[in-house]
C-alpha cells in the first residue's frame, strides 16, 4: 500500500511540473535548425560557428567589421511564458564606442524580440536585448535608427567578459514600458553580433535561449 500510494505522489509531482513549468524554447542550436534559420545581412556577413558543452549546444559568432543576424519567426504566448532568457558569453568585447549613436551602434552580442504591428518591416516593434561594452546594465534607449527599437542593457562585459552569463527579462512588460502597447504574443526572435559601425572585432556565444512563466 505504502508503494503504491508512493507511485502515485511521485506521478502526480511530475503531472504537476509538466503543468505548471511553462516553457517555451526558441533556438536548438542544431545543424538541421541552422539551416531553416533567416539571414539578415547588415553588411558582410557574421561568422556563425555551432558548437557544444556540458550544457548543450551553442552557437559562436565572429564580427571583423561585419554585422548579420540569424532569426526565426515564432509566435510566443507572452501571458503564459512572459520572461525571455538567455545564456550567453562575449569573449571579446567592443570598448570605447558610444552605443546610443549611428557610429557606435554595435554590440558583441544581442537578441531582438519582435512584434509585428503592420504589413511591413518599418512598422513592427522591437525591444533588442544587449550584451554591453560599455554601460551597465539596466540602462536603456532608443535605436538611433528607429524609435520602434529600444536597445535595453541585459549584461555588460564591464563586470562579466569572458563569462557565460544568464539572465531573465520580463518582455510583456517592457513592451508596455517602452512602446505602450499591450502585447500579449510575438512573432520572432533574432540574434545579432555586429560590428559593421565600429570597424572592431567581437566574439560572442549564445546558447539556451527561452520563454518561460516566471
Known sequence: ?????????????????DVFAEKTIVFDFTEEEFKTLKVK?????????LGANENGNFI???????????????KINLLKTPFINITWKVERDLPGIIE???????????VFVIKKTGSTPLSNRAINYVFSSNNDVGKNWPSPYTKKS???????????LNNWVTVKANVKEHFMKFHDIDV?????????TDTDNSKLNAVSYYQDIYFSAK
Request: proline content about 0%; cysteine-free.
Open 184 to 192: 500579449t504574443e510575438i512573432s520572432g526572435i533574432a540574434i545579432m
Open 100 to 110: 546610443n549613436n549611428k557610429k557606435g551602434h554595435d554590440y558583441a552580442a544581442r
Open 60 to 74: 559562436k559568432a565572429e564580427a571583423q567589421g561585419k554585422g548579420s543576424g540569424l532569426g526565426k519567426e515564432i
Open 41 to 49: 545581412k547588415i553588411k558582410g556577413e557574421t561568422t556563425w560557428t
Open 150 to 160: 529600444i536597445d535595453f542593457v541585459l549584461s555588460s562585459t564591464k563586470n562579466n
Open 1 to 17: 500500500m505504502k508503494n503504491f500510494l508512493f507511485i502515485i505522489i511521485f506521478a502526480l509531482s511530475i503531472l504537476s511540473n
